[in-house]
Nanobody, 126 residues
């Protein structure tokens, strides 16, 4: 059974930082592209960041570029999202996702991914 488990969410003041982790189990994810999405109440799920299977390519939403950093540790089957300079508008449930195969032709599309975690809440107070 493939499982993605996010952790690291919480409550932080504006300007603060959090690091989200996504631990994968059930299959090797060392060769999997991975992504992070978020969904705020009353809004659609939106792309945050993605990373190629090798880690050599990264993609970011304009709203987080320069503040968030995605990375992955293939040996640990874990992906990370370092979030700095957090803003109240970053408040959302954050989901990690993984894709079967090596390619990632549409990193910003939620339906590009095959596996999803249960989400972790991030709340940024002003």
């Amino acid at each position: 059974q493939v499982q993605l488990v996010e952790s690291g969410g919480g409550l932080v003041q504006a300007g603060g930082s959090l690091r989200l982790s996504c631990a994968a189990s059930g299959r090797p994810f060392g060769n999997s592209p991975m992504g992070w999405f978020r969904q705020a109440p009353g809004k659609e799920r939106e792309f945050v960041a993605a990373i190629s299977w090798s880690g050599g390519s990264t993609y970011y939403a304009d709203s987080v570029k320069g503040r968030f950093t995605i990375s992955k540790d293939n040996a640990k089957n874990t992906a990370y999202l370092q979030m700095n300079s957090l803003k109240p508008e970053d408040t959302a449930v954050y989901y990690c996702a993984a894709k079967r195969g090596l390619s990632l032709p549409r990193p910003r599309a939620w339906d590009e991914y095959d596996y999803w975690g249960q989400g972790t809440q991030v709340t940024v107070s002003s």
